[in-house]
């Protein structure tokens, strides 16, 4: 874990701030970006030092907002634990935390890294879940916060070749609908994001690279992805599931065999690489 700041502008939040994880590329990056456009100073977070301090810098110059970087990676047990006192130490008042990081591997279960699954799942999932809790309470508090988790489309169905990351992302979407239903009235509001296939390094992280699917018609892209979950998220929506085509294969599993729902998404896992 190293904590880093963003050059001669980087100065403790004294007024509300917005968390984002995962905030050096893809959605979380143009989530950031839109926060930062709405008068929001940055506490973005990453594992990867450089461009985290690069996006930092640029933010604050490019919106005049306080953006300071705090790298660390949320894979290790005390990643989660290390932001929260960060942001403790810092005396941050949080108004808006986005739990974007997360990852996928592509395989077998039994022939997967084992290190690698349980890593998977402590950001998915654990931090994930040590992050909300632990900035909740003064939410309520205050009556006042938004919390934005980027779950997916693969929340909706299981996914053999995928199968700890889309139950993992099951987790996100069912945490996230119980936890807006708790806090109804409390001026704390909970919002899933479920996007499809987007053109991130998702897939490329996850062994996909060579899919057709990367750059098929039907992926989205992350600047309108992230601009449809901050739009839901400022209207208090409890899921956001981008594009047409996403939403009519949701309401599509639901109604159909979920055995048949398994086969054809291990189909589909199949057909990418």
Known sequence: MTRTEAGSRTAPLSRGAAVVTGASSGIGLEIARLLAADGYDLLLVASGERKLLEVA????DEYGRVA???AVDLARSDGAGSLLREIERRGLVVDVLVNNAGFGVYGLFAAADPARTLEMIQVNVTSLTELTRGVLPRMTARRSGRILNVASTAAFQPGPLMAVYYATKAYVLSFSEALANELAGSGVTVTA???GSTRTAFQERAGLKRTPLAAGPLVGDARR????????????????????ANRVMMHAVRITPRRLVTAIARRIQESKI
């Not at 992805?225 to 594009?243: I, S």
Request: a positive charge; hydrophobic letters at 45%; one cysteine or more.
């Open 193 to 195: 994001l479920c996007p």
């Open 57 to 60: 810098a640029r933010f604050s």
């Open 225 to 244: 992805v992230a601009q449809a979950g901050h739009r839901g998220m400022l209207r208090g929506r409890r899921v956001v599931v981008p594009g047409l």
């Open 68 to 70: 300071n970087a705090f």
